[in-house]
């Protein structure tokens, strides 16, 4: 009997130390998260291309902050013939301009603020004279028109303690969700060649003026052909599963020539492309596609981007599959290939990773992708988009085939 109490008393203490230990880790757990800063950002919706003040805070843990610490968040600034569809660069020279961007403490202590990266996106807020006290706050303030292509922005942060420390990224990275405007485009799109009878289908696309997807849209069309015995339906009111896009299936032309769709909400109006309707099967048949568009996948574009790494005229903020399912879904194209710089930091794991992608979006029959890369070479040479139809062929850069001549001699040796 004795030895059975004494049992239980074991088994007692042994759950009891059980406890005691979760609660402790659960402690030392607890403590450790609350060192973690956190970065907020308010709005966290936007319209695509409107003027925002964003108000950005980072709120420190246990450890506070001493001087020579502080945050660095990145937005996405492009340049030339993109620069319009991105952020406004943040700047700290005139508070009447766009892209302005100031800082302050939470107990008054002074922000200095410093721009920097390969397109001036990236903002350094660093405490000067004195330390904020566990619990503090960094807040910063832009005010410029936010980028014009929707996606879900997740802004990249990082933060150090002190000037002595490495800096850090937060746990969660804050996030801004950029919306479409109102359906301004209608887009309509049928095959180039066909037979008389011959099925098809006519994909209608709503857009914004920006050529986002408009993912609301919920207008009646109605349909005319210059066929008068074409088979098609009368009407069709868009629900918001269609998310802006419908497909209309089991379409014919009867008649031979050039026919072609009109298409009508009774405000925006659509017309498709001419069909070349045979009473034979067409020899060839025509597709369109877009084989030069850049994304920078593969070269870091998932973090911050302190230097140029030489893919990205978007800011290293676009993937391969984004761009892929934009040409595929919204534009409707039959074929298509990123075609990345040759730059150092892709001709290698950038490359694997890019036909990777290119083989998952190929769909025989439907949709065809190549892979490609530009060939980047001095001006007198020019810029080349190098398509292979075969996976597992190498990047010939201009690192070491700097003339055409050079190029085209590996060509033949490969």
């Known amino acids: 009997m004795a030895h059975t109490e004494n049992h239980c008393s074991l088994g007692e203490l042994g759950l009891m130390l059980m406890v005691l230990c979760c609660t402790t880790a659960t402690i030392l757990y607890a403590q450790t998260m609350d060192n973690e800063a956190r970065m907020q950002v308010q709005p966290d919706k936007a319209v695509a291309g409107s003027f925002q003040k964003l108000h950005l805070a980072l709120t420190l843990g246990n450890s506070g902050m001493k001087a020579g610490g502080g945050v660095r968040f990145e937005l996405p600034v492009a340049y030339l013939e993109t620069g319009p569809y991105f952020w406004d660069a943040p700047q700290t020279r005139s508070r009447e301009s766009r892209g302005y961007v100031s800082a302050s403490a939470s107990n008054g202590a002074t922000v200095s603020i410093t721009t920097s990266g390969p397109r001036g996106g990236i903002v350094e807020c660093v405490l000067r004279d004195r330390p904020l006290p566990p619990g503090g706050k960094i807040f910063i303030e832009y005010s410029g028109n936010v980028q014009s292509i929707c996606w879900q922005l997740s802004i990249r942060t990082q933060w150090r303690q002190s000037a002595e420390d490495e800096w850090r990224r937060v746990k969660e990275y804050p996030e801004m969700k950029i919306l479409p405007e109102p359906s301004a485009i209608m887009l309509v799109v049928t095959p180039a060649d066909l037979r008389v009878g011959e099925e098809f289908e006519m994909a209608v696309v709503l857009m914004d003026k920006y050529g986002n997807r408009a993912t609301d849209y919920l207008g009646t069309l109605s349909f005319k052909s210059s066929d008068p015995g074409a088979v098609f339906s009368a009407s069709y009111s868009f629900t918001q599963g269609d998310s802006g896009v419908h497909v209309f299936a089991g379409l014919r032309y009867q008649t031979a020539g050039f026919q072609r769709f009109d298409v009508s909400d009774g405000g925006l109006k659509g017309r498709c492309n001419y069909t070349e309707v ?107 988009v190098i398509l292979y139809k075969e996976k597992g062929s190498k990047v010939l850069s201009r690192f070491d085939y700097p003339t055409k001549t050079e190029l085209w001699n590996a060509f033949d040796r490969q």
Do not use: C
């Open 278 to 384: 045979s009473n034979v099967s067409p020899r060839y048949r025509r597709y369109f596609g877009d084989t030069h568009f850049h994304t920078g996948t593969g070269i870091g574009n998932k973090e911050f981007a302190p230097r140029d790494l030489g893919g990205d005229h978007r800011g290293q903020f676009i993937t391969e599959e984004e761009a892929y399912k934009y040409v595929r879904d919204v534009m409707r194209l039959d074929f298509a290939s990123a075609s990345e710089h040759d730059g150092r930091q892709f001709a290698d794991s950038g490359w694997t990773e890019s036909q990777r992608i290119s083989d998952s979006f190929l769909h025989p029959g439907r949709f065809t992708t190549f892979y490609a890369y530009e060939w980047t070479a001095a001006p007198h040479e020019g810029h080349h």
